[in-house]
């Protein structure tokens, strides 16, 4: 009786345990158990959109995109894109794989329990697109001299691309060395260059992203190969070479003016020749064009850029080719032409002066030749009055002065002027002539 009792005891106790179970089995729903996020992806890569659910027991997950069209239902895909699937490394996790993400799959995908109301979760997929540059960009291109040139760059890509622009003269093309063109709005010149080209940067309408770069009045410093390059923070960037030729006339230019050279020698003239196309350059000789020959051998040398060297190698020079040498240039755009003169050189010679001894007369003149010297041109013999002692110092004719001597000393201080006088004049002209004889 006993026994019995207890065994119903036992029995009432575990259908109450039971039914409390079964209670706080139903009462327990399911739920996220990780907050709202998003999630950023490059074009290309893969996305794993998250969601996590506790106690989600015989309830079901799906996935909608932004357009509520439903992706999976369980652990299965139903629509028919093999990129989507579902990821579940631990039990609770029910994620949303999309392999090769494209820009089109940006948007709200939501992940859903069926209960009642439906509880849902939301996820924001940013997708970032790497810059494209679009085949409506510009191509290779030729111009004239003075035209106006327009280079488009068109590019694609999340976050809008910034645009760059380079240029390399075609000069420099090996070493692969590259400017930067100043992208600042109005007329500039290239800063790393003296080119002094004028660009203008436009930037293009609403739904087309990229540059345009226009240059004014191009000459032929401006010509090269251009580079347009995109960016937006998304590697890689990506590049588009436009390469630029300008035409123009030759320009002729001669390393001399004039060349001095022995006869004999070899001598080489050279000229450089500019143009774009390609000039037609000859040598001429007295306005006569010159070919190879045994007197004559021209070469072409390719310089940089549009530059070649013309040569004309003279093996031995003789006396009739000296003169006036001609560098001719030209193409469809003109002509251009440069003229030098070939003469003899001739070696400079150092004179020697020779040291001669010349032996300067010496000239002896007496008394007597003197005297007569200065007779004629000096005073006449018989205009002196000779001194007589015999008249008591008085000279026969002359006035009496009434004092003994006056006319004695008169006359003698008169006779020792005249000496004087006469040794002085016969002294400059000895020396006179002493420097006549020696020259």
Same mark, same amino acid.
């Given at each position: 009786?006993?026994?019995?009792?207890?065994? *119903?005891?036992?029995?009432?106790?575990?259908? +109450?345990?039971? #039914?409390?179970?079964?209670?706080?089995? @139903?009462?327990?729903?399911? $739920?996220?158990?990780?907050?709202?996020? /998003?999630?950023?992806?490059? &074009?290309?890569?893969? &996305?794993?959109?998250? +969601?996590?659910?506790?106690?989600?027991?015989?309830?079901?997950?799906?996935?909608?995109?932004?357009?509520?069209?439903?992706?999976?239902?369980?652990?299965?895909?139903?629509?028919?894109?093999?990129?989507?699937?579902?990821?579940?490394?631990?039990? *609770?996790?029910?994620?949303?794989?999309i392999r090769d993400v494209q820009y089109s799959d940006q948007g709200n995908f939501v992940c859903q329990i069926n209960t009642l109301p439906i509880k849902t979760n939301s996820v924001l997929l940013n997708v970032l697109v790497p810059p494209t540059i679009l085949d409506t960009s510009s191509n290779d291109l030729t111009a004239k001299e003075g035209d106006t040139v327009t280079l488009t760059c068109n590019v694609s890509g999340v976050p809008k691309p910034t645009v760059q622009w380079f240029r390399k003269p075609h &000069?420099? $093309? *090996?070493?692969?060395? !590259?400017?930067?063109?100043?992208?600042?709005?109005?007329?500039?010149?290239? *800063?790393l260059s003296d080119d002094h080209c004028l660009y203008t940067v436009s930037h293009r309408g609403v739904g087309i992203n990229g540059e345009t770069l226009i240059i004014h009045n191009i000459t032929r410093y401006c010509d090269g190969i251009y580079e347009c390059v995109a960016f937006n923070d998304v590697p890689p960037a990506v590049n588009r070479v436009?390469?630029? @030729?300008?035409?123009?006339?030759?320009?002729?230019w001669l390393v001399n003016q004039k060349l001095g050279q022995y006869v004999g020698k070899e001598t080489i003239l050279e000229c450089k020749v500019t143009a774009?196309?390609? &000039?037609?350059?000859?040598?001429?000789?007295?306005?006569? =064009?010159?070919? /190879?020959?045994?007197?004559?051998?021209? =070469?072409?040398?390719? =310089?940089?850029?549009? @530059?070649?060297?013309?040569?004309?190698?003279?093996?031995?020079?003789?006396r009739e080719d000296f003169g006036q040498y001609s560098c001719y240039a030209s193409n469809s755009f003109g002509m251009d032409e440069e003229t030098m003169i070939l003469y003899e050189y001739f070696p400079p010679t150092t004179l020697t002066p020779a040291v001669t001894a010349t032996a300067i007369p010496r000239h002896t003149t007496t008394i007597n030749k003197r005297n007569r010297l200065f007779k004629s041109t000096i005073y006449?013999?018989?205009?002196?009055?000779?001194?007589?002692?015999?008249?008591?110092?008085?000279?026969? #004719?002359?006035?009496?002065?009434?004092?003994? #001597?006056?006319?004695?000393?008169?006359? !003698?201080?008169?006779?020792?002027?005249?000496?004087?006088? $006469?040794?002085?004049?016969?002294?400059?002209?000895l020396f006179d002539i002493s420097c006549f004889m020696m020259l």
């Open positions: 009786m006993e026994f019995s009792i207890i065994l *119903r005891l036992t029995a009432l106790n575990a259908l +109450c345990f039971l #039914g409390i179970l079964s209670k706080d089995i @139903m009462a327990l729903e399911p $739920s996220f158990d990780v907050p709202i996020v /998003n999630i950023t992806v490059v &074009a290309g890569k893969t &996305a794993v959109l998250p +969601c996590s659910i506790d106690s989600l027991g015989d309830f079901k997950v799906v996935w909608t995109d932004r357009w509520s069209t439903l992706l999976t239902y369980g652990d299965r895909r139903i629509i028919n894109d093999e990129r989507i699937s579902v990821e579940r490394p631990r039990l *609770r996790d029910w994620n949303l794989l &000069a420099d $093309s *090996r070493d692969q060395h !590259k400017e930067r063109v100043k992208t600042s709005e109005g007329h500039y010149g290239n *800063r436009i390469s630029v @030729m300008v035409e123009f006339p030759p320009e002729v774009f196309p390609q &000039a037609v350059s000859i040598w001429k000789f007295q306005n006569q =064009d010159l070919f /190879n020959s045994f007197k004559h051998r021209i =070469d072409v040398y390719q =310089d940089r850029g549009h @530059m070649l060297t013309l040569s004309l190698r003279l093996p031995n020079v003789t006449n013999e018989n205009e002196l009055i000779p001194y007589n002692r015999t008249l008591n110092g008085h000279n026969p #004719g002359a006035p009496y002065s009434g004092r003994q #001597g006056y006319n004695t000393g008169q006359t !003698k201080s008169y006779h020792v002027g005249l000496l004087i006088f $006469s040794s002085i004049l016969s002294s400059i002209y």
